[in-house]
């Protein structure tokens, strides 16, 4: 009898907690305007937000995790950013705000970033911005996955969906979202999803055809796609007074890029918004074509330092034959100690002629660097971090005229092709454009310092002779002798030798 009446005790008081947990949702719903509701409510389990800056992105993620977590006991909710110190700076206080004005009671773990509640369900903040970091956590069961600003991903974004995040979700037959605005680049899996509509507000999207080698496939098919702007946020009432006030002031028209991806959440192809003028086409090398090592080759060395950030290191290779400039290596992780730059530096000078090695020596930095320096006997010139936009545009030219070659699929090559622009940077203030912030700069930064000390330049490019009764060799021929006429110098050879008398010698 104790038995059965300990059962219904157990039974009244979960009842009990789902009535509470119910009216803590629904004030908490009540916090959300329609558009924020209407992909709550949308049953879909593959969920995409397309929505310009301000459009109150951030607050509707935090609200969701909650929902679920009070929702389902046991639940666990993971938010993907594409560092976890970004998931941190969006997330973490928004999260913990929602919890304490209704009274939810949380346990918060803050290095691990975890917020744990009484039903045992749980929310964390993670980063993926390493293929490597992202496998660890294969074996998690979720109910709810999250992924902000997925046009930062690149061409990960989809590794991450496909082979981490939605197995993960089998168990629970849990939900995916990913959030973000449309990227400067009309590619990859984020626009593979979100990029089949201009002007739809809702919509399923029919993905886009991929080639693998001879087979095509389609990626980013059947996701439930929501499109909303700052103009549907009614916590800014004078969000279209704002927003044309800056256009104003930055001279945008209508069919601006800048203006179409930000604040009408629509894509559309923009090179210039990127912060280097790297093209996939013009600026990636095949490896069966060039290695970019061995006899002949010089390389030089640039390391950007990190720690929670990327540690990156990148090498540039050159001959004396040649102009162009090309990535031998590229390589980037976080959170690794000495040893670890150490040994990868190592086996870079056992692969590559490195005749310089520039390091990063700015803040902190300075003090790493002479560690290593003294402890491995590895020396490193300080780069020069003086007037970075003006180098930048140098490199930019070369990136232009397809002087710098970079490997495929490489850490470099990922970095490079999604840095952006800071979308806030106003040329106004008399100030050269800045890199945005929300996107990481390690490897490129590297790249800069050591293209920085590259020779390349200097390349000569040696004309092979032209072979004897070739055009080519005829016309050599006749522009020497056509020199030696206009040379005085050239000319004793050719020219009769005059006979003097000795009266015309006496003149």
């Not at 009990?16 to 049953?43: H, S, T, W």
């Amino acid at each position: 009898m104790s038995r059965k009446r300990e059962l219904l005790e157990e039974l009244a008081r979960r009842k009990r907690a789902a009535d509470r947990a119910g009216g803590v949702i629904e004030r908490i719903r009540a916090e959300l305007f329609d558009k924020q509701i209407a992909l709550l409510d949308d049953p879909a389990r593959n969920k995409a937000a397309l929505c310009t800056r301000r459009a109150g992105k951030t607050s509707t993620w935090s609200r969701y995790a909650v929902i679920e977590c009070l929702r389902r006991p046991g639940a666990l909710v993971r938010i993907w950013a594409q560092a976890r110190l970004r998931a941190k700076e969006l997330l973490w206080n928004e999260i913990r705000d929602v919890c304490a004005r209704h009274g939810i009671k949380v346990d918060t773990h803050e290095t691990e970033l975890r917020v744990t509640f009484e039903n045992r369900s749980e929310i964390r903040l993670v980063g993926a911005d390493k293929d490597k970091e992202a496998q660890k956590k294969r074996g998690d069961k979720t109910s709810l996955e999250i992924v902000l600003e997925s046009q930062s991903f690149g061409p990960f974004l989809q590794k991450l969906v496909e082979d981490v995040i939605e197995p993960s979700l089998f168990d629970t037959r849990g939900t995916v979202c990913m959030e973000g605005t449309p990227g400067p680049v009309c590619a990859g899996y984020w626009f593979a999803v979100t990029g089949t509509e201009e002007d739809l507000k809702r919509w399923t999207s029919s993905g886009r055809e991929v080639k693998d080698g001879d087979s095509v496939h389609i990626v980013g098919a059947n996701w439930s796609c929501h499109r909303w702007s700052v103009l549907d946020n009614p916590f800014l009432p004078h969000a279209r007074e704002e927003m044309a006030s800056l256009k104003k002031k930055r001279q945008w028209t209508d069919d601006n890029p800048t203006w179409l991806r930000e604040y009408q959440a629509k894509w559309v192809n923009d090179s210039g918004a990127l912060y280097y003028r790297w093209d996939s086409v013009r600026n990636v090398y095949d490896l069966r074509e060039v290695q970019p090592w061995g006899p002949g080759w010089s390389h030089v060395l640039g390391w950007d330092i990190g720690f929670n950030d990327a540690m990156a290191l990148v090498v540039w290779g050159w001959r004396d034959d040649n102009p162009t400039l090309y990535e031998a290596a590229s390589w980037a992780e976080s959170k690794v100690l000495s040893e670890d730059v150490v040994a990868k530096i190592r086996e870079f000078q056992q692969r590559f002629n490195i005749i310089k090695m520039v390091a990063d020596t700015g803040g902190g930095g300075r003090l790493f660097v002479e560690e290593v320096q003294s402890r491995y006997g590895l020396v490193f010139e300080a780069a020069q971090k003086q007037q970075k936009y003006e180098h930048v545009m140098l490199m930019n030219n070369d990136f232009l005229v397809g002087r710098i070659k970079t490997l495929p699929s490489s850490a470099y090559s990922y970095d490079v092709a999604r840095l952006p622009k800071d979308p806030d940077w106003d040329p106004d203030e008399g100030k050269p454009p800045r890199e945005d912030p929300r996107f990481p700069n390690h490897t490129t930064d590297a790249g800069l310092y050591g293209w920085r000390y590259a020779f390349n330049f200097l390349s000569e490019i040696e004309v092979p002779e032209p072979q004897p009764g070739t055009q080519a060799y005829t016309d050599a021929i006749e522009r020497r002798h056509i020199e030696a006429l206009e040379n005085p110098k050239q000319r004793a050879w050719w020219e009769p030798v005059k006979e003097y008398d000795d009266d015309d010698a006496l003149l």
